[in-house]
T-cell receptor, first 114, second 112 residues
């Protein structure tokens, strides 16, 4: 089944404790991205990747890192999480980046930083 | 910079009522426009998209949207909503860059 998976689905952590949220897709998609969803703010893009080893900042990259060593994986790294990073995170992928491609979203990761 | 505005944050309708959700965008060049839906507890999924041709676009589940370039709008419509349409709806835009920008979303509740 074609899908985007994220792990963990739920995470409660404390300020400053490094964490990684994994994202994997099995559709051989070139483009992958991370979003955070906050009430009243909608979905905001954190980082995106056009292909392996090609990443760039989205609208809200501060406090996050990403890497794209393999085509299928695009982990989101919080080196020193803070309470303002408490949010619902979505990973998404699309076949390529032509501006018209449909984004396929993962199930989301609900992160709480205490 | 590109931006998307969704002015209706919460909409409550009765079953069989007609729906129109507003979406306005800001971008000076050619745009591609999307509507995504997030049903309770589910992934976001594409409802419909516009990138060229007929400005009236039909999507899944009886939804349609009309691109009006002069008004910078891409409103979502459905003639008769069902309880199962209860969800959050996001309008999105891609312009000249490499990213998809979303609006803040509209929470639709359909009452029986």
């Amino acid at each position: 089944e074609a899908q985007v998976t994220q792990n963990p689905r739920y995470l409660i952590t404390v300020t400053g404790k490094k964490l990684t949220v994994t994202c994997s897709q099995n559709m051989n998609h070139e483009y992958m991205s991370w979003y955070r969803q906050d009430p009243g703010l909608g979905l905001r893009q954190i980082y995106y990747s056009m292909n392996v080893e090609v990443t760039d900042k989205g609208d809200v990259p501060e406090g996050y890192k990403v890497s794209r060593k393999e085509k299928r994986n695009f982990p989101l790294i919080l080196e020193s999480p803070s309470p303002n990073q408490t949010s619902l995170y979505f990973c998404a992928s699309s076949l390529s980046w032509g501006g018209t491609d449909t984004q396929y979203f993962g199930p989301g990761t609900r992160l709480t930083v205490l | 910079a590109q931006s998307v505005s969704q002015h209706n944050h919460h909409v409550i309708l009765s079953e069989a009522a007609s729906l129109e959700l507003g979406c306005n965008y800001s971008y000076g060049g050619t745009v591609n426009l999307f509507w995504y839906v997030q049903y309770p507890g589910q992934h976001l999924q594409l409802l419909l998209k516009y990138f060229s041709g007929d400005p009236l676009v039909k999507g899944i589940k009886g939804f349609e949207a009309e691109f009006i370039k002069s008004k910078f709008s891409f409103n979502l419509r459905k003639p008769s909503v069902q309880w199962s349409d209860t969800a959050e709806y996001f309008c999105g835009l891609t312009g000249g860059g490499n990213k998809l920008t979303f609006g803040t979303g509209t929470q639709l509740k359909v009452e029986l």
